[in-house]
């Protein structure tokens, strides 16, 4: 175990230890940490990452509280909330012990912990547990947030500390390029002691792709896009002042590092972001009663501010976004001509004949590894499982929490489109079923706001102090 883990889990105890939302800070900074093993010597195999480790004392200090296991117990349950994923969590882990077996030499796969590029033939491995365990957290971390995210407290605390993992990003971003550019990136080599492969050192069109502490420029540019994007839909709910100010500049700047890590994964997910700001915008423009129309006339002035620059830039120096434009094309439009299109191509090949030849049963969890979300889940869980966790999030983000007031609601919509593109870039890149603990926590929080309480419950929020904040902040209504 490194030094900065050991510092870290000091950090973790005592933000547990605390009675405050700490542990909900640490949860999403330490989301741009991503290849640092908190266990100590190889951890048998099996990585467990900061934000892993903490997601996990969270969701235990938030079960320990008086009536919780109860409320876990009712929103499980609960056809509203999460009763489609409990479904998908009991049959995808029987199914991660029955199906390998099952199916046992039957037919190729590539392993999750390949390092090599081909196949090998179906059989039990420690994968499915260690995928089993990963999933089970993560549907863990959607309950612990389902559970606290019903007061405008804890929702005020997740937008700040969405701006917190933000800068996280930036910063570790910002680390990973002057450490490099200045040739000490030893000093980094402490964060990075993950036991999967490692692609920190990558050059393309003749500059550093941006790391960070994350695994590969894939991993760091696609975490930028989803933090991007839910602050950017969340930003009228930021207090006037400081709060809308770092918010902006956090927008801009992870925008920034988005391009330097040159991920064509990221790339698209900025298109895709942008796509659904400008449908989003549309809406809002069109519809008068629309209670997110308050800030419209900054937004559409900013949006004209930056295309007028960018076309009095090219006017000037047309040759100025030339490096863009190359890299975009060669990331992008000629990826399919790159290697590793072609073995990402042959994992997502695999994987869906997986899925065939287990007659649409799937070869289990931690069984294939691909790089397609869907194809993940139907390699693995098969059919079945397939339709329980896609019905669950088509419900997430499609059903209305009509008893909740209006500004609940409009948190429950922004959240939704600010998760649209992590979905998205997950049908490019996913690897494995789990789906992450940032989009575990969001889905969690939209599934909350269908129970919404009173906030003067004095029982609700048990695992927090009452909102620090000494103004309250205004809520879009």
Same mark, same amino acid.
């Given at each position: 175990?490194s030094w900065p883990?050991?510092?870290?889990?000091l950090?973790?105890m005592?933000?547990?230890a605390s009675?405050g939302?700490?542990?909900?800070?640490?949860v999403?900074?330490?989301?741009?940490?991503g290849?640092?093993?908190m266990?100590?010597?190889s951890?048998g195999g099996a990585?467990?990452?900061?934000?892993?480790?903490c997601?996990?004392?969270?969701i235990?200090? =938030?079960l320990?509280q008086?009536?919780?296991?109860?409320?876990?117990?009712?929103a499980?349950l609960d056809?509203?909330?999460?009763?489609l994923f409990s479904?998908?969590?009991i049959?995808?882990?029987?199914g991660a012990l =029955?199906l390998?077996?099952?199916f046992?030499g039957?037919?190729e796969v590539v392993p =999750?912990?390949a390092f090599?590029?081909?196949?090998?033939?179906?059989?039990?491995?420690?994968?499915?547990i260690t995928q089993?365990?990963y999933?089970a957290?993560?549907y863990?971390t959607?309950l612990?947030?389902?559970i606290?995210g019903?007061?405008?407290?804890?929702?005020?605390h997740?937008?700040?500390?969405?701006i917190c993992?933000?800068?996280?990003?930036?910063?570790?971003?910002?680390l990973?390029?002057?450490?490099?550019?200045?040739?000490? @990136?030893a000093?980094?080599d402490?964060?990075?002691?993950?036991?999967?492969?490692?692609?920190?050192?990558v050059?393309?069109?003749?500059?550093k792709r941006?790391? #960070?502490?994350?695994?590969?420029?894939? @991993?760091?540019?696609?975490?930028c896009?989803?933090m991007?994007?839910?602050?950017?839909?969340?930003?009228?709910f930021?207090?006037?002042g400081?709060?809308?100010?770092?918010?902006?500049?956090?927008?801009?700047?992870?925008?920034?590092?988005?391009?330097?890590?040159?991920?064509s994964t990221?790339?698209?997910g900025?298109?895709?972001m942008?796509?659904v700001?400008?449908l989003?915008?549309m809406?809002?423009?069109?519809?008068p009663?629309?209670?997110?129309?308050?800030q419209?006339n900054?937004?559409i002035?900013?949006?004209?501010?930056?295309?007028?620059t960018?076309?009095?830039?090219?006017?000037v120096?047309p040759?100025?976004f030339?490096?863009?434009v190359n890299?975009?094309n060669?990331?992008?439009?000629?990826?399919?001509?790159?290697?590793s299109y072609?073995e990402?191509?042959?994992?997502?090949?695999?994987?869906?004949h997986?899925f065939?030849?287990s007659g649409?049963l #799937?070869?289990?969890l931690g @069984?294939?590894?691909?790089s397609n979300?869907g194809?993940?889940?139907l390699?693995?869980?098969?059919?079945?499982?397939? =339709?329980?966790?896609?019905?669950?999030?088509v419900?997430?983000?499609?059903?209305v929490?009509r008893?909740?007031?209006?500004?609940?609601k409009?948190f429950?919509?922004?959240?939704?489109?600010?998760?649209l593109?992590?979905?998205?870039?997950?049908?490019?890149a996913?690897t494995?079923?789990?789906i992450?603990?940032?989009a575990?926590?969001v889905?969690g929080?939209?599934?909350?706001?269908?129970?919404?309480?009173?906030?003067?419950s004095?029982?609700l929020v048990?695992a927090?102090?009452?909102?620090?904040?000494a103004?309250?902040?205004p809520q879009?209504?």
């Amino acid at each position: 175990m490194s030094w900065p883990a050991v510092l870290l889990w000091l950090a973790i105890m005592a933000a547990a230890a605390s009675r405050g939302p700490a542990l909900l800070y640490l949860v999403l900074i330490t989301g741009s940490i991503g290849s640092m093993q908190m266990l100590p010597g190889s951890g048998g195999g099996a990585n467990l990452l900061p934000q892993s480790a903490c997601a996990a004392l969270l969701i235990g200090k =938030v079960l320990i509280q008086r009536g919780n296991i109860t409320r876990g117990t009712e929103a499980a349950l609960d056809p509203q909330r999460l009763a489609l994923f409990s479904a998908f969590l009991i049959y995808a882990v029987l199914g991660a012990l =029955v199906l390998p077996r099952v199916f046992a030499g039957m037919f190729e796969v590539v392993p =999750v912990s390949a390092f090599r590029f081909g196949t090998d033939i179906l059989k039990p491995s420690t994968g499915n547990i260690t995928q089993s365990c990963y999933m089970a957290l993560s549907y863990a971390t959607t309950l612990c947030f389902t559970i606290i995210g019903q007061t405008d407290e804890m929702r005020d605390h997740f937008r700040t500390a969405l701006i917190c993992g933000a800068y996280a990003l930036i910063g570790t971003g910002i680390l990973d390029f002057i450490t490099y550019t200045l040739h000490i @990136s030893a000093v980094l080599d402490p964060f990075r002691t993950a036991t999967y492969a490692l692609l920190t050192d990558v050059e393309a069109e003749g500059a550093k792709r941006v790391v #960070g502490l994350m695994p590969e420029a894939s @991993s760091y540019g696609s975490a930028c896009v989803g933090m991007l994007s839910l602050i950017l839909f969340m930003r009228p709910f930021y207090r006037q002042g400081l709060e809308q100010v770092l918010a902006v500049v956090a927008i801009a700047l992870l925008m920034v590092m988005t391009m330097l890590s040159t991920s064509s994964t990221a790339i698209v997910g900025l298109g895709v972001m942008g796509g659904v700001y400008g449908l989003d915008l549309m809406v809002r423009m069109l519809d008068p009663r629309n209670p997110r129309r308050d800030q419209l006339n900054i937004e559409i002035s900013l949006i004209i501010l930056i295309v007028f620059t960018i076309f009095v830039s090219f006017v000037v120096k047309p040759d100025l976004f030339d490096p863009l434009v190359n890299l975009v094309n060669k990331m992008v439009f000629q990826k399919a001509s790159s290697a590793s299109y072609v073995e990402r191509s042959l994992w997502n090949r695999i994987g869906w004949h997986a899925f065939l030849d287990s007659g649409g049963l #799937g070869a289990g969890l931690g @069984s294939i590894r691909v790089s397609n979300w869907g194809i993940s889940i139907l390699g693995s869980t098969g059919l079945f499982g397939a =339709v329980l966790m896609f019905g669950f999030i088509v419900q997430q983000l499609l059903a209305v929490p009509r008893t909740a007031p209006a500004h609940v609601k409009q948190f429950a919509a922004v959240s939704k489109l600010g998760l649209l593109p992590t979905l998205i870039m997950y049908q490019l890149a996913g690897t494995i079923p789990d789906i992450g603990i940032l989009a575990a926590a969001v889905l969690g929080m939209v599934a909350a706001t269908h129970a919404v309480r009173p906030a003067s419950s004095p029982d609700l929020v048990p695992a927090v102090r009452p909102d620090p904040y000494a103004t309250p902040r205004p809520q879009l209504s």
